[in-house]
Structures are given as C-alpha cells and as structure tokens.
C-alpha cells in the first residue's frame, strides 16, 4: 500500500464555495501530480510538480490551482467551485530519477468531489 | 497522437474462470506499460511493468503479455476471484520527456460473480 494520502475524500459543496483538496505523502518523492478522472473516463493530468516550488499545468485545462512549499504536501484549491468541477480528483507521486524501465506512480485514494 | 485503447469495455465473468483484457497503443517513443488495478472509489495500483525488451510478465494470477512490434497488450487473470471486480487500467509511459508522461486507457470494468 502506498504512503500517499487525499483528504477528504468525498465532498459535497455549493456553487461559489473556495475548496481545497488536500494531499500528501511520505515516500520522499520529489515529483507529484493530480489526476481528474469521470466515471468511465481515463485520468487527465490537470496539474503536475517536479519538486518544492515548481509547478505546473497538465494536459487537460482546469480552473484549479496547485502549490509546493514542502516536498510531501501538494494541495490543489479551486477559487469557485461549480458543477462542472464536479468529478473524482486523484493525488500521485514518483521518485525524481528517471529510471530506464521508467518511474512507478502512486496514488492516493482519491477526493470525490459534487458540487450542487 | 500518443493514445491508449483498451478492450472490451465491460466484462461480466463468474468466479473461477479466466478472462483476458486487451490493449493497444500509439504511445511513441515507448518506454514501458502498466497495467493496473482500480477498485471502486480508490486510486490506481500497479500490477505489473513490461519494458520494451519484455514480451511477458506475471504477478499471482496476472499474466500481462506485450508485442511492442504490434503495439499490443494483454492482461490474463486466471482463476477469477469475487476481489477481482475492478477496473483494469493499461497504462503506457513516453520515453521522451522528463516527466515520465503516462497515457491512460479507459479502462475495462470488470465484475466477478459468484
């Protein structure tokens, strides 16, 4: 089981309401990513982090904005939460070398995130 | 365009007979696949890894196969067990960027009945 964590995990909230999901781990890892995912649906990569005070954005544009201040903490907070937000967020992590056979991701357990 | 499909969609198996997913990619330069296991409200977990060089992978009941000339996958699961409703994600990394890039398939739903 991977030492990575995602609280809460499940969150209804209004329109307009500021969130922030939180998500943590304590493998070391340098790079981190969060994950948008809808039922059926593959993961989009919405945010990514190669390490404290770098981020950047994913391939799937969204209204969500990350941080890094520490290595093992990686919130990702939305300003205005609306219902097209609503989906399942999902927090991961990898070692910071590439390795030749490339770097296993874990992941959290996931926020599932309604908004009404 | 770097893509991943899998197959079938939705499987419905009973316990304790064999079943065998399906995956192709375009995924180029490919650096290695994953397949991994999703269970319902909780985070990807990974089965096993095959790099270029490996045509065939086993963990337990999970036999994973590769034919990176065809760009073509498959995940076995013998002996089915009621734990092994999930989804089974194919997962494919790039081996051009820095980041490690994962492309991921839709995975295949698949439930076990008694």
């Known amino acids: 089981e991977a030492d990575i964590y995602q609280t809460p995990r499940y969150l209804v909230i209004g329109t307009g309401k500021k969130i922030t999901l939180e998500c943590s781990q304590t493998m070391g890892h340098d790079k981190m990513y969060w994950y948008q995912q809808d039922p059926g649906m593959e993961l989009h990569l919405i945010h990514y982090s190669y390490g404290v005070n770098s981020t950047e954005k994913g391939d799937l544009s969204s209204e969500s904005t990350v941080s890094r201040i520490r290595t093992e903490h990686f919130p990702l907070t939305l300003e205005s939460a609306r219902p097209s937000h609503t989906s399942q967020y999902l927090c991961a992590s990898s070692e910071a070398l590439q390795l030749a056979g490339g770097n296993e991701q874990y992941f959290g357990p996931g926020t599932r995130l309604t908004v009404t | 365009k770097n893509q991943v499909e899998q197959s079938p969609q939705s499987l419905i198996i009973l316990e304790g007979k064999n079943c065998t997913l399906q995956c192709n990619y375009t995924v180029s330069p490919f650096s290695n696949l994953r397949w991994y296991k999703q269970d319902t409200g909780r985070g990807p977990v990974s089965l096993t890894i095959?790099?270029?060089?490996?045509n065939t992978k086993s963990n337990g009941r999970y036999t994973a196969t590769l034919d990176a000339d065809t760009k073509q996958s498959s995940l076995h699961i013998t002996a089915s067990q009621l734990s092994d409703s999930a989804s089974y994600i194919c997962?494919?990394?790039?081996?051009?960027?820095?980041?490690?890039?994962?492309?991921f398939g839709r995975g295949t739903q698949l439930t076990v009945w008694p």
């Open positions: 997962v494919v990394s790039d081996r051009g960027s820095t980041l490690g890039r994962l492309y």
């Open positions: 095959m790099t270029f060089s490996e």
